[in-house]
């Protein structure tokens, strides 16, 4: 059987590269505020179709535990929503790529659709921010596509009783 380009191993990739950038941005922009004199650019903003993910990446729900107050302001787990990204990207690269038994609650269907409703709840939530502050950015959307899709799929796989070994291919 062919391997669909666009299988989750390769999206849970592209989307951990994505989240990785993110919090790289993030830092930047921090460091940059504290030292001005240094110059950057992030390659996201892009002036010509006035997009700004470094703007993005500095509001508040960037930010999204503490944010719900989840955690509080500052808290050792009030992390860039990119780390949380790439935690969830890395959760579905594993649970496409390995050869993990179903019986691993973690890897099992269920899971992975409330697992990818978080992701697809979280990119509505800041897609609709984006809308409102009127806002483009580029990394941000793109993440959402992929959320998107990962949700889309897991519900395939709970309709149609798909396992873990029937996804590799996909």
Known sequence: MAIKLFNNATLSTLGFLL???SVYVERKV???AE???EEFTALCDIEAIGASCSAVFS???GKMLSFFGIVPKGHRLDIPNGILG???YTFVFLRH?????QSSFLFKSQANLLISSLAFASSLFLARKLYIIQEICVVCLSTHVINT???IRSIR?????SSVEKRKTQ
Do not use: N, Q, R, W
């Open 30 to 32: 921090e460091h940059k």
């Open 97 to 101: 790529t390995t050869s993990v038994s």
């Open 149 to 151: 899709t990962l949700f």
């Open 157 to 161: 796989d709970i309709l149609s009783g």
């Open 59 to 61: 509001l508040p729900e």
């Open 35 to 37: 030292h001005p004199e």
């Open 86 to 88: 790439m935690l969830f």
């Open 19 to 21: 989240s990785a950038y």
